[in-house]
């Protein structure tokens, strides 16, 4: 079942990119001049896009002693974010939006599989929580998330 999600997560982005928040889905958006509408014409602002995160900071819950374990820069992963961009002297700029995350986890000893909800906002913070399957145990987290 794990393993099935895994590959259902990482095949999101191959099954939707017929739609139009997904066109120009590898293509780089932040930066890119801003192209001004005719009056009344609609602009989409959401584009889902590619995402790689690395984490500063990991906390997991300990059940025996009841406290959060921290690790620092134990886990990365890639996956799809959700992205808002906005118009800023002429280019558009990310400033927030929300990721989902396949992850490897090595805060413990055996190294290992997690998924995460992240959101993201002044283009590269990001905080979320995630599922460790390995250890399985929840966990929150901070870093840092480039979405492409």
């Known amino acids: 079942m ?3 999600i895994v590959i259902l997560l990482m095949m999101l982005p191959l099954a939707a990119m017929a739609q139009g ?3 120009g889905f590898f293509d780089k958006k932040a930066g890119s001049p801003y192209l001004v509408k005719a009056e009344g014409d609609k602009s989409v602002e959401w584009f889902f896009r590619p995402a790689a995160t690395l984490t500063a900071v990991q906390f997991t819950y300990d059940k025996d002693t009841k406290t959060f374990n921290s690790s620092t820069f134990s886990s990365a992963g890639i996956g799809v974010g ?3 961009y906005v118009e800023h002297n002429g280019v558009i700029v990310n400033n927030y939006g929300f990721n989902t995350l396949v992850m490897l986890d090595a805060s413990q000893l055996d190294a290992g599989i997690a998924v995460a909800g992240t959101f993201n906002a002044l283009q590269f913070v990001n905080i979320g929580a995630g599922y460790n399957f390995t250890g399985k145990q929840f966990f929150l ?6 979405n492409f």
Request: hydrophobic share 40%; proline share 0%.
């Open 2 to 4: 794990k393993k099935l």
């Open 21 to 23: 928040t997904f066109s």
């Open 82 to 84: 959700f992205q808002h």
């Open 141 to 146: 987290l901070t870093g840092a998330v480039y």
